[in-house]
């Protein structure tokens, strides 16, 4: 077993200085000339194959730079089989590159089904192999147990949707339900249960998917879940600021605020003047929106610390 | 378009006279000898190999005598992409052979994400085409947008998690917020926003997840939603009777209970007697297991009128 997901991540982003994971979100739409292949047909051989040659040249770009990478599951599904053998390069570059990954699938079923998702990304032997993976709480919490225990077996991380960052959030996550919000309720298990995924760093790898959108919420939600990890989206291109992203997070040992990973996807991977059909006006577009948006996080965490 | 899902359904069940789903769920373990090829490694192509061949075995045995299959995704996705693409064959081989198909993935995510699931599955020119799909509601209204979109052009359908067969689905679901459970108030919106997939035959494709386990809930929930098909899982192996899967089912213009479809898989996949080697041996425990999980649903839905 490695070392648990939890430390991974937290020595790596202590070292960078800043908390950026870039979600791989490869909207067809977005994929700048450079890259695009034919009708970009999304059943079609060569769109997987323009979109694995845009991850595999993002991949490049954030190598060393960045603790983790989060690809977006759905983008990859929505070109079929293809597009998942797609994913699989990806996955594989990635750890090549000593990037952690953190698969967004926000998969969730009960008993064996969910056996079948663990054992698609989590063991140490899956063919879709994952440092971490999102997951659905809405099936209770004997839904979450499989997904827990093969975390506990390989050393990987999960991250269980509390708040997400959408307006609708709130139609169920908010619902006052016994005494506290349906979200309450899940930071209540994700709690309770985050020894068993807890490193040496203090932190669990037992995680809360807590949007950057609801600065406020976040706050109470580090108060229910002190010691589990955050994964934050909606930075970014869903408007949230560099200082709401980091609400959730708290101070660590040098002083800065860690605890969490804040996700921004198409702000970096789409950035101006990356629809370019020149390679190195495409990776001068890409670095500087990297470090623009490791900076502000890098600024956010050791300023508000 | 094709008709709307509600009415291609109801109207093969009517009829069929049963509402029997099978739900393709091909455990690695289970695969009778029949089939096994080498080591069964998860990510090996003969793996693959061996649950298509598996799955359109069972294909040939059900086609003519239930209306509908439910491939669940996961355990294609625990072979990695190859899984997929047996996944992508089983789901062309169900068209051919007049299956409506429900792809059990449990999807759901916000925006251009859900609009990436929806892509993959619901519209017309898909990679991975089913009939309809199950989604979650945990991310909220907002959410579920997408898929509903896709379903209104395309004549799919979807099946929103509301109360789901496994022990711990009262975690969350069963909640007590603002005057009803959680899952009442994922009904509420089924009900509000059902005319959008209503077809002729009265009910609407914009169905809910309802266990087996369950039937009094069942019966609460046909309430809220009197127009909403019912996916009903939980029959067969997870222990639930014949009468408590039907419990959420309602009389149709011809007397007998209708509305909904009542899935089994281990039941039907894996029955006694069909781990052999014999090809005409396993065929007869495949044919004895479908009539008897047919008959039983269709004595239960006439009998019950």
Redesign the interface.
């Known amino acids: 077993m490695t070392a648990p997901f939890a430390d991974r991540l937290t020595l790596r982003t202590r070292e960078l200085g800043h908390p950026l994971c870039v979600g791989l ?1 490869p ?1 067809l739409d977005g994929l700048p000339s450079l890259f695009r292949r034919g009708s970009m047909a ?2 079609a051989k060569e769109t997987a194959d323009a979109v694995a040659e845009f991850g595999l040249a993002i991949l490049d770009r954030l190598a060393g730079k960045v603790a983790c990478v989060k690809p ?1 599951m ?2 990859f ?9 797609a ?2 390069r990806l996955l594989r570059a990635a750890r090549e590159r000593d990037l952690l990954v953190i698969l967004d699938a ?12 663990a ?3 989590l063991r140490e ?4 192999r994952a440092d971490a993976m999102t997951v ?8 979450l147990e499989p997904f827990l225990a093969a975390a506990e077996r390989s050393g990987a991380g999960l991250f269980v ?1 509390v708040k ?10 908010d ?4 005494g506290q919000p ?1 979200q309450g ?2 930071a209540a ?1 994700l709690a309770e249960a985050s020894p068993r995924l807890l490193g040496e760093t203090g932190w669990s790898g037992l995680g809360a998917v807590v949007g950057a959108t609801w600065p406020e919420q976040a706050r109470e939600a580090r108060e229910r879940m002190p010691h589990n990890l955050f994964l934050v989206p909606g930075y970014g291109a869903q408007g949230a600021a560099p200082a709401d992203a980091v609400a959730g997070l708290r101070a660590g040992p040098a002083g800065g605020l860690e605890g969490g990973i804040v996700s921004s996807s198409r702000g970096v991977l789409f950035p101006d003047g990356s629809d370019t059909t020149s390679a190195g006006d495409w990776e001068r577009a890409i670095d500087r929106a990297v470090r623009r948006a490791a900076g502000e996080l890098a600024h956010a965490t050791s300023s508000s610390s």
Chains 1, 2 share one sequence.
């Not at 997400?164 to 996550?173: A, E, F, K, W, Y």
């Open positions: 979100d909207h999304p059943g977006q759905a983008f599904e929505a070109l079929g089989w293809r597009g998942i053998e994913l699989d926000k998969r969730g079923d009960i008993g064996s089904t969910a056996e079948g998702y054992a698609a990304s032997e899956a063919p879709l659905n709480p809405y099936l209770g919490r004997d839904s949707l997400t960052s959408n307006p609708g959030s709130g139609d169920l996550q619902l006052p339900a016994a349906v309720q899940v298990w």
